[in-house]
């Protein structure tokens, strides 16, 4: 099985900070990633698909880059709407398998 | 509007089954791989299975922690996917989710659409 590793799991920012989240797989995944935000209570929300592609209606200050290893997930303005936890998955191979996340605390 | 809502969670009894709803609106499943995740209280997410499309025969692909045990079906005319879920265990407690696969012709690459989820509670 493919391990996705996120890292930081957590960070505190700020509203106005660039905010990077990094995801690294056990094995390369091509451009097979995609990030999720997901907020408390609620169900995840897709953000980006092939490493670097919006979902249509995200705003722009979201940002994925990446291939085969190292991905990341940008946030350039952090608002307050953006905290949250945010999620990677590997789309490779089966068995599909998410990172454990990382959360984005208010400083 | 795609929409996707699950139903049939509720509280079941360690060996119990149950079985999981997934109705959608605004697109035919017939076209589209779907999955299902899930997500035990104040953990990560966990991928269950996936359910390919028509033009892919329905296949299907399971996550270890629950192949032999749980079952993904389709009834296209009324646009539904099911989880069926035997042998259940505690670990199995989650809110489960279904979501739509975003596929090109050749491979898959996220997903677009999620439902609102639906609590599984496995306790005696």
């Known amino acids: 099985d493919i391990q996705m590793t996120q890292s930081p799991s957590s960070l505190s920012a700020s509203v106005g900070d660039r905010v990077t989240i990094t995801c690294r797989a056990s094995?390369?995944?091509?451009?097979?990633l995609a990030w999720f935000q997901q907020k408390p209570g609620k169900a995840p929300k897709s953000l980006i698909y092939?490493?670097?592609n919006l979902q249509s209606g995200v705003p722009s200050k979201f940002s994925g880059s990446g291939s085969g290893t190292d991905f990341t997930l940008t946030i350039s303005s952090l608002q307050p709407e953006d905290f949250a936890t945010y999620y990677c998955?590997?789309?490779?191979?089966?068995?599909?398998?998410f990172g454990g996340g990382t959360k984005v605390e208010s400083k | 509007e795609v929409q996707l809502v699950e139903s049939g969670g509720g509280l079941v009894q360690p060996g119990g089954s149950l079985r999981l709803s997934c109705a959608a609106s605004?697109?035919?499943?017939?076209?589209?791989?779907i999955d299902w995740v899930r997500q035990a209280p104040g953990k990560g997410l966990e991928w269950v299975g996936r359910?390919?499309?028509?033009?892919?025969?329905?296949?299907?692909e399971y996550a270890a922690s629950v192949k032999g045990r749980f079952t993904i079906s389709r009834d296209d005319s009324k646009n539904s996917l099911y989880l069926q879920m035997n042998s259940l265990k505690t670990d199995d407690t989650a809110v489960y989710y279904c979501?739509?696969?975003?596929?090109?012709?050749?491979?898959?690459?996220?997903?677009?659409?999620w439902g609102q989820g639906t609590l599984v509670t496995v306790s005696s």
């Open positions: 979501a739509r696969a975003y596929c090109n012709n050749i491979n898959c690459l996220g997903i677009d659409y």
């Open positions: 605004g697109f035919s499943i017939s076209d589209h791989y």
């Open positions: 359910s390919r499309n028509k033009a892919n025969s329905y296949t299907t």
């Open positions: 094995q390369g995944i091509s451009n097979y």
């Open positions: 092939a490493a670097s």
């Open positions: 998955q590997q789309q490779n191979s089966y068995p599909l398998t």
